[in-house]
Nanobody
Framework: QVQLVESGGGLVQAGGSLRLSCAAS????????MAWYRQAPGNERELVAD???????NYADSVKGRFTISRDTAKNTVYLQMNSLKPEDTGVYYC????????WGQGAQVTVSS
């Protein structure tokens, strides 16, 4: 059973930075894509960024130039570096891993105050 454990969420002022981590219980190269999604209160879950096995990355327009997704294969961990945070970035951030099945972490709360 694959487990994804997020960490690094918290409360930050607008303009600040946070780094989220997602530690996978297995080899992250067993997933063809890993991603970060977020869900704000009253909204649907949306894709923030993803990274494929080949290293290609993709970002939502709202975070381009501010967020960076990366991975450390030795640690089986995927990161989301979030800079220049805005109040509209507030939400629960979920790690996602895609193989034959789709796996989700438990979520990490990010709150950006104005």
């Amino acid at each position: 059973q694959v487990q994804l454990v997020e960490s690094g969420g918290g409360l930050v002022q607008a303009g600040g930075s946070l780094r989220l981590s997602c530690a996978a219980s297995g080899n992250i190269f067993s997933f063809h894509t890993m991603a970060w999604y977020r869900q704000a209160p009253g909204n649907e879950r949306e894709l923030v960024a993803d990274i494929t096995k080949s290293g290609s990355t993709n970002y939502a327009d709202s975070v381009k130039g501010r967020f960076t997704i990366s991975r450390d294969t030795a640690k089986n961990t995927v990161y989301l570096q979030m800079n220049s945070l805005k109040p509209e970035d507030t939400g629960v951030y979920y790690c996602n891993a895609q193989a034959f099945h789709i796996y989700w972490g438990q979520g990490a709360q990010v709150t950006v105050s104005s």
